[in-house]
């Protein structure tokens, strides 16, 4: 991880149950509430899991909460 970055989430789970032969690093898309959300630590990934559809990488079974302040434009907790 570089200087200066902060780490949001880690799967320690997923060390202890699976051998990990290689780790890769990449970005996530989220919307605006699901920022938010992340920076104040409300999110849940023990059954997630990555998936690679036509050379792109989808999470699976993670969960995000919603944003308690926003009234409008909120995401929705799970994606499958």
Not at 5 to 22: C, D, G, M, S, V
């Amino acid at each position: 991880m570089k200087k200066g970055t902060k780490l949001i989430a880690q799967n320690k789970k997923a060390r202890f149950n699976y051998h990990i032969e290689e780790d890769y690093e990449c970005g996530i898309e989220l919307k605006g509430t699901e920022v938010k959300s992340v920076k104040n630590g409300s999110l849940s990934f023990p059954d997630g899991f990555a998936e690679i559809i036509d050379n792109e990488v989808w999470l699976k079974n993670f969960s995000i909460a919603e944003y308690p302040f926003s009234k409008h434009f909120t995401h929705e907790p799970q994606r499958l």
